[in-house]
């Protein structure tokens, strides 16, 4: 049987560059332009940024997540303190230990809460339960925006948040690998989710909404993006044709095709799970709300599928995850219930 890389639903970053950004990308390329972000382009998608945000934030890009979330973390405290995040973070499961290593050890230290949300009790807990000095000290909380089970932190429960971080002087990161999924998801201005919540910096990915490559990450709080551009340089993460991350990212903010690519991802995740939800022997393991359904499917369905020639994983949150992104169709998803409904009923 011949497998197709498209039949999958593996991972939102398995897709290519969607047609605005491949177009920007290609205009960026007509011309020289100066180097290191000194040039045009890289103007554009700061200001595009800050007009998206509708206020005045630092803004910087760098290659890919784990450096975005690395540096970030980093800027926000020094090698004794520490980062509190949900145990299924990507921070801590998927970095490599990136963060600890840009920050010259500062510790991660593990938060709990239902559906891969940290609650304000449980970040209450790790920063009182030891405030003695052989304890790393408490410095930030990180929060992934659309969690890493799929899952949102709505504007209320954000705020709920920031007021445990005011009390204990934690500044707030956010993991936004999936930020414009949350923002189409929740309806909400960006503002709401990032800095009217207290969010301090946002890592906010281009990658898995339709670029090649870059991240932006955006200080809400200026004191925290101070010399972070040496800080970047020094990580190798100072891109020096700066402008073929940032103009892909003007493709992206000019029109809205940020929000369109994450609107249509996640409206293909609900059309998965509405096919999904009334099997037999299936079950949403955690409430859809963005572009990922993650559901338990019988051992043998699942290697059916992938004997199919289906693509997707089962090492985050324990079951079957199916992402979708800008270029998954409805035929694709389509494809996919007939298979899993033919194994069910075989
Ligand atoms: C994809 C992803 C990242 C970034 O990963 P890189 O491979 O380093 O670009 C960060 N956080 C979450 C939650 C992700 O899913």
């Not at 303190?81 to 230990?97: K, N, P, Q, R, W």
């Not at 972070?228 to 340089?233: A, G, H, S, V």
Request: aromatic content about 8%; hydrophobic content about 40%.
């Amino acid at each position: 049987m011949s497998v197709s890389a498209s039949e999958q639903f593996a991972s939102d970053n398995y897709s290519g560059v969607c047609p605005q950004a491949w177009n920007a990308m290609a205009e960026a390329n007509r011309m020289d332009e100066p180097a290191y972000g000194e040039d045009r382009w890289t103007q554009r998608a700061a200001d595009g940024l800050r007009a998206l945000f509708d206020t005045d934030c630092d803004v910087y890009f760098v290659f890919n997540g784990t450096a975005a979330n690395s540096l970030a973390l980093a800027a926000i405290g020094q090698s004794f303190h520490s980062v509190i995040c949900h145990e299924l973070a990507h921070i801590e499961t998927d970095e490599c230990g990136g963060p600890e290593y840009a920050s010259n050890g500062a510790k991660l230290l593990l938060g709990q809460g239902p559906n891969g949300k940290l609650t304000p009790e449980s970040i209450e807990h790790l920063v009182t339960k030891r405030t003695d000095i052989h304890y790393p000290k408490p410095k930030a909380v990180s929060l992934t925006q659309a969690t890493e089970v799929g899952t949102l932190y709505t504007p209320e429960e954000l705020k709920a948040i920031r007021d445990v971080a005011d009390r204990h002087r934690l500044s707030i990161h956010m993991d936004g690998a999936r930020f414009a999924n949350a923002v189409a998801a929740l309806d909400v201005h960006p503002a709401e989710i990032t800095w009217k919540a207290g969010v301090d910096v946002l890592c906010f990915s281009g990658t898995k909404n339709g670029l090649a490559m870059g991240e932006a990450v955006v200080f809400f709080n200026h004191d925290l993006a101070e010399d972070f551009e040496w800080r970047c340089k020094q990580a190798g993460q100072l891109a020096s044709k700066m402008r073929f991350i940032s103009a892909p990212w003007c493709g992206l903010l000019e029109q809205d095709v940020w929000l369109e690519n994450a609107r249509h991802a996640n409206a293909c995740a609900a059309r998965l799970e509405a096919g999904l939800r009334d099997l037999p022997n299936v079950t949403i393991r955690y409430p859809r709300q963005a572009n990922g359904v993650f559901v338990d499917l019988p051992e043998t369905v699942q290697s059916a599928l992938r004997d199919r020639g289906w693509r997707f994983y089962n090492f985050i949150g324990g079951c079957a995850r199916l992402m979708c992104s800008w270029s998954t169709t409805e035929a694709q998803v389509d494809r996919f219930l007939a298979d899993v409904r033919a194994l069910l009923l075989e």
